[in-house]
């Protein structure tokens, strides 16, 4: 998955994002050598691109994993570089998120599972979803199992 995003200083936002985590996999160059294109990544499938031009703030939002990272500590690099940083906040989905958003206005969440909670999160996920699931050959859902 990527998500492309428009910013008016590409290396403000390299900034931001490298703060959250992502390194720049390439800078591509326009016709006059200026940077046209950033391509970073957080994790394997969490990439984003970046564009120079004029940014529409809060048009764009996304979510990502947070992986095995300190979202404490990730909101306070993020504070460190300017970025606007809501949380570490607990979500009624048995999540810990971080959102924040950068200089161009585009909104990213990282989000973790909360590992302690995940008894109280199988036994909602038993009271309150319904419908017709497949389960995926090998997949399982109960928690005893692995």
């Known amino acids: 998955m990527f998500v492309n995003l428009?910013?008016?200083?590409?290396?403000?936002?390299?900034?931001?994002?490298?703060?959250?985590?992502?390194?720049?996999?390439?800078?591509?160059?326009g016709p006059d050598g200026a940077p046209s294109l950033v391509h970073l990544?957080?994790?394997?499938?969490?990439?984003?691109?970046l564009t120079p031009g004029a940014a529409v703030p809060g048009s764009t939002s996304s979510s990502f994993a947070a992986g095995d990272v300190d979202l404490a500590e990730?909101?306070?690099?993020?504070?460190?570089?300017?970025?606007?940083?809501?949380?570490?906040?607990?979500t009624p989905w048995f999540t810990t998120d971080?959102?924040?958003?950068?200089?161009?206005?585009n909104k990213?969440?990282?989000?973790?599972?909360?590992?302690?909670?995940?008894?109280?999160?199988?036994?909602?996920?038993g009271s309150q979803i319904t419908g017709d699931f497949e389960v995926p050959d090998?997949?399982?859902?109960?928690?005893?199992r692995p």
């Open 41 to 49: 990544r957080r994790e394997k499938y969490q990439d984003v691109l």
């Open 108 to 125: 990213i969440v990282l989000t973790a599972a909360r590992v302690a909670d995940q008894a109280q999160a199988q036994e909602w996920v």
């Open 6 to 29: 428009v910013a008016q200083d590409l290396a403000v936002a390299e900034r931001v994002y490298a703060a959250a985590g992502f390194v720049t996999l390439a800078t591509i160059p």
């Open 138 to 144: 090998g997949a399982s859902f109960d928690a005893d």
């Open 74 to 90: 990730v909101a306070e690099q993020l504070r460190t570089v300017g970025a606007d940083v809501d949380g570490p906040y607990d």
């Open 98 to 105: 971080v959102a924040f958003t950068d200089g161009d206005g």
